[in-house]
């Protein structure tokens, strides 16, 4: 897979990560990253967007040296830890970049709500090879309610957070 990136672990964390993928069938995300939809509710409810399933949930896996650039959706999403290393999530919020460490590990929430309309992206902490969490959307995630963001516009809109914001739209306008 092109996103695996050289690890200082080597051939091993890499078949790993690989197995994971194919064992949890992850295909490559447009903000980057992997994921696999697990759950589409029946249930449908209406949105300013029109109707959409009341709950979506995806397994999501990025490895180290790949970031989760950042984007907004029209629902709440909730993270959750699975496995691997510690997910670093960096929300947009009043001007800073806010960061919340999802994981096991002291200092970190075994799960992280992301408000609506909020920009966001993720990464794995420094020193591990992956994070693998789980999303939960509701109302349910539609791609017509995904938009990634534009660097230039966060820069004018969140000079504070400069670095973050350009680490983490590696590749957008």
Do not use: N
């Amino acid at each position: 897979f092109f996103f695996i990136y050289y690890s200082t672990t080597g051939h091993v964390a890499r078949r790993r990560i690989l197995e994971k993928m194919g064992k949890l069938k992850l295909q490559p995300h447009p903000e980057g990253g992997f994921f696999t939809e697990t759950y589409r509710s029946s249930i449908t409810v209406p949105t300013q967007s029109g109707k959409r399933s009341s709950s979506t949930a995806i397994y999501f896996l990025t490895t180290a040296g790949c970031v989760s650039r950042l984007h907004r959706i029209k629902s709440d999403e909730v993270w959750h830890f699975y496995g691997g290393g510690p997910l670093e999530v960096v929300e947009l919020v009043d001007g800073t970049a806010k960061v919340t460490k999802i994981g096991m590990a002291p200092g970190c929430l075994p799960q992280h709500v992301v408000k609506a309309g909020t920009w966001f992206g993720s990464y794995p902490c420094e020193g591990f090879e992956y994070s693998l969490v789980g999303c939960t959307v509701a109302p349910g995630f539609d791609f017509q309610d995904f938009e990634l963001a534009s660097r230039a516009k966060l820069l004018d809109t969140f000079p504070e957070a400069k670095d973050m914001v350009i680490k983490l739209t590696e590749g957008l306008p």
